[in-house]
Structures are given as C-alpha cells and as structure tokens.
C-alpha cells in the first residue's frame, strides 16, 4: 500500500470514523474512494475532504453546507470562494450556537431556581415532620 492511498481499515483507524460512516459519505458523494474490486481505496483527496466532514459536523453544519463547501474547493480559485462561504456558513452556526446557549443558560437557571424551591420544601416538610413526631 503507498502513502497516497489508504484502506477503509487504516481510515478508520487514522480518523476514529466506522466503514459505516465512510460509506455514508461515500454515498452523499462527498468521499470518492478509487475501487479496486470490492475494496475502497482513499487518496489524499479524499482524506482532506474528511477532515473537512468531521470538522464541519463538529460545529454542526449540515451535509448541505459541507457538500457546498467541498464544492467549492474543487472549483480552485485559491480557496477564495471556499474560505468565504465557510466563513458565512460559520457566522450563521455561531449565531444559532449562541441562540441556543443562551435558551439552554436559561433552562439551566430555571432548573436551579425549581431545585432551590425543592429543597425548601423538603427541609420545611422535614421539620414538621421531625417536630410532629
């Protein structure tokens, strides 16, 4: 095996992803693995562009987006066009992360505030109890 090609094995193994996942990918069309009979063979080409998956899904961006992006960068304009559709795409996932930051520090305070109340109530209940008895 060269270095420019790597099994599904040794890619699971190098990116912690299943067969499963690659050939999910695979049939997005977002990798394109060279076949040689019923093995899967991935270049470098397809290495970058998991990279670019696995990070995009890290931030959460849709299949969507990543398909426009990995688009985008086979078009080779120096990755301006590339760079500043990720970037947009970034600003929007930043802005919903932090939309749902804020509802979740609210849920967060909302809970503590009822545990708050919760635990008065079972001290209160407590006490009458211990003092009835």
Known sequence: MTDDVMTI????????VTPRTLR???S????SPVRQG???LFTRRDRARLKLILRGKRFGFSLEDLRKL??????????HGQIAAA???ARERLADMER????LDAAIADLREQMTWGERMLASL???HDAAG
């Open 38 to 40: 019923q093995r899967r």
């Open 100 to 103: 749902q930051r804020a509802d």
């Open 70 to 79: 990995l688009d985008l960068y086979d078009r080779g304009d120096q990755q």
């Open 87 to 89: 970037y947009e795409v």
């Open 126 to 128: 407590k006490d009458n």
């Open 24 to 26: 999910f990918y695979e």
């Open 28 to 31: 997005k069309e977002l990798l």
């Open 9 to 16: 094995r040794q890619m699971c193994d190098a990116y912690h």
